[in-house]
């Protein structure tokens, strides 16, 4: 079965500082991967997705992803991060013949001045 | 408006009260999704459908009851609500192609408590 780990539920970054949102699942083969963000009292919004090819992926509001097939990872990235992306953010795993994805825990993101 | 939509935005309820949310797109997609989200679990798959008439569970579908008679409409129901579904619910759509490869859509949500 799927699973979905994201192991720092809560991170506090200074406003500028680099970030790194950790993720590993658990399938065998090559999945399809998704971070969502979701902004307080608001919907899940896309931020990027891997689905074959390059590894490293680009999405909107300046963030990027890495797939680490040996490590099972697709941590999320962003150089410098913005007050504005004080939020909730999940990654979730879908799979060849499934229907829904599968998503991890959720990392609450603070940003400090 | 164009989207996906949920009513009601906030709802309280009594334990042992029948409550229905909904969901709402308007793009046509074919699958629809309702999700719960608690502290510590994320978001947790209750039920899902591929198309109008065609529904199936999901993880956490106890006490709850879902139906789709139209492909833009997609209510949940709490036939007797309990304090355990306090919670925040999530209708998603996305559409047909490309099975799970493809991004799902989410509504605003509606938080829901049971007293």
């Known amino acids: 079965a799927q699973s979905v780990t994201q192991p720092d539920i809560h991170i506090t970054v200074s406003e500028g500082a680099s970030l790194e949102l950790r993720c590993n699942y658990s399938?065998?083969?090559?999945?399809?991967l998704f971070w969502y963000v979701q902004s307080p009292g608001q919907g899940l919004q896309l931020l990027l997705k891997?689905?074959?090819?390059?590894?490293l992926v680009q999405g909107i509001k300046g963030f990027e992803a890495e797939f680490k097939r040996s490590q099972s990872s697709f941590n999320l990235r962003k150089p410098s991060v913005h007050w504005s992306d004080a939020a909730e953010y999940f990654c979730?795993?879908?799979?060849?013949?499934?229907?829904?994805?599968?998503f991890g825990t959720g990392t609450r993101l603070t940003i400090i001045p | 408006d164009a989207g996906i939509t949920q009513s009601p935005r906030y709802k309280i309820t009594e334990t042992g009260r029948q409550v229905t949310l909904m969901c709402h797109q308007t793009?046509?997609?074919?699958?629809m999704f309702w999700y719960r989200q608690d502290l510590g679990h994320g978001l947790r798959l209750i039920y899902y459908?591929?198309?109008?008439?065609?529904?199936d569970k999901g993880e956490v579908p106890d006490g709850y009851v879902v139906s789709r008679s139209k492909t833009e409409n997609f209510p949940l129901t709490l036939e007797s609500a309990t304090r355990s579904q306090t919670s925040v619910y999530f209708c998603?759509?996305?559409?047909?192609?490309?099975?799970?490869?493809?991004?799902?859509?989410f509504g605003p949500g509606t938080r829901l408590t049971v007293l």
């Open positions: 998603a759509s996305r559409p047909g192609t490309s099975g799970s490869a493809n991004e799902q859509f």
């Open positions: 399938y065998g083969a090559t999945p399809y």
């Open positions: 891997y689905f074959s090819g390059d590894t």
């Open positions: 979730a795993v879908g799979e060849t013949g499934a229907n829904n994805l599968f």
């Open positions: 793009w046509s997609h074919s699958y």
């Open positions: 459908s591929a198309a109008a008439d065609i529904t």
